[in-house]
């Protein structure tokens, strides 16, 4: 035994050594994959809100918008994938990655608050992911900076713990903690590797993505692909290149073992250089390939045996450093089969579930959403108006404006809810069961409830009048000298769509338009989301019919005028389109606060801006082939088949 290797635990392993080599290796390959994705998905999506190319500028700003929400994901997986192999680091390396720790001890403890505040910011990213201004940027330079400097610590960890006979003179030329060894000639090109092979493996995941989004979405599916590829294939040749020079940066005795001493070494490092090698190439042979989406899976297929084999390969390196510096491992073994087994069975069922998260993210939001009712509606077993147990429930208090029994609909005028959205009038519905709780509600009356959220929908439970009251007649809506009827013709006004290009409603003369107003950042999801889903299944529909696709067109404008450019309209617009090229059957559009207040008022569109968000209400219009009104919808109890047959009969079909 060295003399400066600390002396062996006395307490028995816990299982054969070859066991917890095995699950080593195993559970580090699963959490560099999750770091991979993080770190280089953090520095790929800083290049991409940095880029001025306006090439495939609204798929870069929906491929943004993706990695802003997934991020949160990646990281949470990265940190819970990397407990099990820290575990058996520490089981068997302790001895060395315990004293590495203890010289960089203050570094090393700043590990934790690094990854949290980037982890925060993160999530900031996440709640504004349609967000590419200056202060996004900020915060996304902020993330990859964090996120890079805990992959530099943790390479600067696992490069001490190699070099055992460095500990006794870096402790003593400093017992602070504060020791780092940058003069190792190793720690630099193993960096490089480790931050070049994040970007490949981000920029794979990216190809990915779009080969998954290829049926939802073809124009972004094909940016995504060629985008992620090209990126690949020029990490992964770079990488060989570093990775030359990392192997050249070891010590003598190593660098001979790995290069003509080690048959298991020279083979690894053999196999590693070849597929790497090939990945790189077949991903120039994709960029040119018919089917990229087939292409993408073959790079995948050579990407995760070099992965195994570099996982390998570092581990044979670590080896043959500890063998030749004296390290043994403890004889003393007492197996634990039952904890051995239960982790086992929880290994499996995590990496299931980020299988599922991860195809669920790439696949959409429509795809999540499906699958989460699915699995709620088999737990519910047949309880279907009571909320799933993760149903978000938040308390609310309020004025009553208007009570409608008929449709179990209340509008109220509610206080701030607390992490969910500011004060404003809105209205809510109540279950069937409750619908007994509105009758002799009256406007004025306050009331407490709870608003339950658990999906696209939304309602009130526990709805009780604490105090009755006179109406507050400041938030009804104004009195109207008319209503909208069938044949108005709407204001003509001037209107601006999402590439910024001018367009008024005479433009649609000749076809049937459906008409609705949204804006972008609304939080509730029955209101202005609930309407573009409705118009995405209406489009849908209307564009599989030759007949209706030349002669009907949809329309969605923002109220917004302040906050919805063309550039916000068209990043919320696009994961909406069912056609290709995108916004050629439904165009968004925004305009000045006179203009919308035009058309919207003769829709009896009302809107009240409030603590940076709106109170309104939801109207939808269909317009036949001379402009004129032909139906208006109020509220969302509309479905998109209505609107569909609505057009359909505008427009002759």
């Known amino acids: 035994m060295s003399p400066v290797i600390p002396l062996a635990d006395p307490l028995p392993q816990p299982a054969p050594p070859v066991l917890l080599w095995a699950l080593l290796q195993l559970t580090f390959l699963l959490h560099l994959v999750a770091m991979n994705l993080v770190l280089g998905g953090s520095l790929l999506a800083l290049h991409w809100r940095f880029s001025r190319r306006k090439e495939g500028a609204s798929e870069r700003a929906a491929l943004l918008a993706f990695f802003a929400k997934a991020l949160p994901v990646a990281v949470a997986a990265t940190v819970t994938l990397g407990v099990a192999p820290l575990l058996f680091v520490q089981v068997l390396y302790g001895r060395l990655f315990f004293t590495s720790s203890i010289l960089m001890a203050w570094f090393w403890l700043a590990v934790v608050p690094l990854v949290v505040l980037a982890y925060s910011g993160a999530y900031l990213l996440a709640l504004r992911a349609e967000d590419t201004g200056s202060r996004a940027r900020a915060v996304a330079s902020l993330v990859a900076l964090l996120f890079g400097a805990v992959a530099f610590l943790q390479a600067q960890n696992a490069t001490r713990a190699l070099r055992p006979d460095t500990f006794l003179e870096a402790y003593r030329a400093d017992r602070h903690g504060l020791t780092l060894n940058l003069g190792d000639p190793t720690i630099w090109p193993r960096y490089l590797h480790l931050v070049l092979g994040a970007v490949a493996v981000a920029a794979l995941g990216t190809a990915v993505y779009g080969a998954l989004r290829r049926a939802e979405d073809p124009p972004l599916a094909a940016w995504a692909i060629r985008r992620g590829t090209t990126v690949f294939a020029a990490a992964t040749a770079a990488n060989a290149f570093v990775g030359m020079l990392f192997l050249l940066s070891q010590p003598r005795p190593v660098l001979i073992r790995l290069v003509g001493g080690d048959t298991r070494a020279m083979t690894l490092l053999a196999l590693g250089i070849l597929l790497g090698m090939a990945a790189a190439g ?143 009038t809105m209205p809510f519905v109540v279950l069937e069961k409750d619908a007994a709780l509105l009758q002799g509600m009256a406007p004025g009356d306050e009331i407490t409830a709870t608003l339950v959220v658990p999906d696209s929908r939304y309602w009130l439970e526990d709805l009780v009048v604490v105090r009755r009251g006179a109406p507050d007649v400041n938030a009804k809506p104004a009195a109207r000298s008319r209503e909208p009827q069938a044949g108005d013709v709407l204001p003509d006004v001037a209107l ?61 404008v923002s109220f917004d005028t302040t906050y919805d450019t063309p550039d916000v309209l068209r990043a919320f617009g696009r994961p909406f389109q069912k056609t290709t090229p995108p916004f050629t059957h439904w165009t968004l559009a925004a305009g000045r606060e006179e203009s919308i207040r035009a058309l919207g008022g003769a829709l ?21 082939r001379e402009g004129r009104l032909r139906r208006l919808f109020r509220g969302n109890d509309w479905k998109p088949e209505e609107l569909v047959a609505e057009l359909r009969a505008a427009a002759g079909i």
């Open 282 to 424: 077949l991903s120039l042979v994709a960029l040119g390939a018919r089917n990229a989406a087939r292409a993408t899976w073959g790079q995948v297929g050579l990407l995760a045996p070099t992965l195994v084999v570099m996982v390998l390969l570092r581990d044979q390196l670590r080896q043959i450093a500890l063998h030749d510096a004296g390290f043994e491992n403890s004889a003393s073994v007492a197996t634990q089969w039952g904890p051995l087994a239960v982790f086992g069975v929880l290994l499996v069922a995590a990496g299931a579930a980020i299988v599922w998260m991860t195809r669920a993210l790439a696949r959409g939001p429509r795809t999540a959403s499906l699958v989460l009712l699915l699995v709620v509606a088999g737990l519910a077993s047949g309880c279907r108006h009571e909320a799933p147990a993760g149903a978000a429930r938040h308390p609310l208090k309020g004025k009553v404006v208007e009570v409608d029994v008929a449709s179990r609909r209340v509008t109220i005028a509610h206080d701030d809810v607390p992490g969910f959205m500011p004060a404003m």
């Open 604 to 624: 009896e569109l009302d809107y009240v801006e409030e603590n940076r968000t709106f109170t309104h209400n939801l109207r939808t219009a269909v317009l036949d």
């Open 496 to 556: 601006v769509d999402q590439d910024g290009r001018p367009l008024r409603l005479a433009d649609y003369r000749g076809k049937a338009l459906g008409l609705t107003f949204v804006f972008t950042r609304c939080p509730m999801p029955d209101f202005c989301p609930l309407l573009m889903r409705n118009f995405a299944a209406a489009e849908e529909t209307l564009t599989r019919d030759a007949a209706s696709t030349p002669r009907t067109h949809l329309l969605t």
